[in-house]
């Protein structure tokens, strides 16, 4: 089993910047395939990105490509969102996910077994 903790939300303003992290616990993070999914406000949760368990496949929604960048530490347990040229439409709570087995074209919530509480970014325009 997995926990994971996200961090790094906040406001902002378009056109910056921001890095979420997710920090997990438990065994064998290393295998396990993870995402971030976000969802707007009163709107279904979407992807957003995924990488695999070695950190060198990613999988991006068209909407977020050439502007964020996920990335993984196994030494450390982390895996992190790094947020550019943010605009009003990337508003949302951001979730990272964890999946035993999946791999990182999976892009449904369904295919995601652990998930963490949740972070809030914001983006004033």
């Known amino acids: 089993q997995v926990q994971l903790v996200e961090s790094g939300g906040g406001l902002v303003q378009a056109g910056g910047s921001l890095r979420l992290s997710c920090a997990a616990s438990?065994?064998?993070?290393?295998?396990?395939?993870m995402g971030w999914f976000r969802q707007p406000p009163e709107k279904e949760r979407e992807f957003v990105a995924s990488i695999n368990w070695g950190g060198g496949s990613t999988y991006y929604a068209d909407s977020v490509k050439g502007r964020f960048t996920i990335s993984r530490d196994n030494g450390k347990n982390t895996v992190s969102l790094t947020m550019s040229n943010l605009k009003p439409e990337d508003t949302a709570v951001y979730y990272c996910?964890?999946?035993?087995?999946?791999?990182?074209?999976?892009?449904?919530?369904?295919?995601?077994?652990?998930w963490g509480q949740g972070t809030q970014v914001t983006v004033s325009s």
């Open positions: 438990g065994r064998r993070f290393s295998t396990y395939t």
């Open positions: 996910a964890a999946s035993w087995g999946g791999t990182y074209y999976d892009t449904i919530p369904e295919k995601y077994d652990y």
